[in-house]
C-alpha cells in the first residue's frame, strides 16, 4: 500500500521551532517529487515547500517561510522532512506531506492538485 505518514506537530510559541516528518511506504521516497502543504482554518491548502525530482533540488519555499523552514530528506529512512524555526501565529495550520504521481516528475509548481498520495497530516500551533 503506498502512503505517506507525517508527525511532529504540536503546540509552540512564538518564535520557537518544530520538526515535521514524513515517512513513505510502499515506494521509494527519493524517486518521487515530494513536497510540504499546509491548510489554515477557513484557507486553501498552499505550498510551502517542494522539490523537483529531475534534479533533486528544493524548488520552492512559500515566501512568508523563506529563510525559517527547511526541507531535508533521508533516503536510508525513506523519510523526508519539514525544519521550521522562529515560528509565528500565521504558521497555525495542518501540515501535509504529498508525492507527485509519477517517478522522475519535477515539482509541479507546488500546486497541491499536482500531488496525488496525501497523508492524514500533523497539526501545527502556534500560539502563547
Known amino acids: 500500500q503506498v502512503q505517506v505518514v507525517e508527525s511532529g506537530g504540536g503546540l509552540v510559541q512564538p518564535g520557537g521551532s518544530l520538526t515535521l516528518s514524513c515517512v513513505a511506504s510502499?515506494?521509494?521516497?527519493?524517486?518521487?517529487?515530494i513536497g510540504w502543504f499546509r491548510q489554515a482554518p477557513g484557507k486553501e491548502r498552499e505550498g510551502v515547500s517542494c522539490?523537483?525530482?529531475?534534479?533533486?533540488?528544493?524548488?520552492y519555499y512559500l515566501p512568508s517561510v523563506k529563510g525559517r523552514f527547511t526541507l531535508s530528506r533521508n533516503n536510508t529512512a525513506n523519510t523526508v522532512f519539514l525544519r521550521m524555526k522562529n515560528l509565528n501565529v500565521s504558521d497555525t495550520a495542518i501540515y501535509y506531506c504529498?508525492?507527485?504521481?509519477?517517478?522522475?516528475?519535477?515539482?509541479?509548481?507546488?500546486?497541491?492538485?499536482?500531488?496525488?498520495?496525501w497523508g492524514q497530516g500533523t497539526q501545527v500551533t502556534v500560539s502563547s
Open positions: 504529498a508525492a507527485r504521481g509519477r517517478k522522475g516528475e519535477g515539482w509541479g509548481y507546488c500546486k497541491p492538485n499536482e500531488y496525488t498520495t
Open positions: 510502499g515506494f521509494t521516497l527519493d524517486d518521487y517529487a
Open positions: 522539490t523537483s525530482k529531475i534534479d533533486g533540488a528544493v524548488k
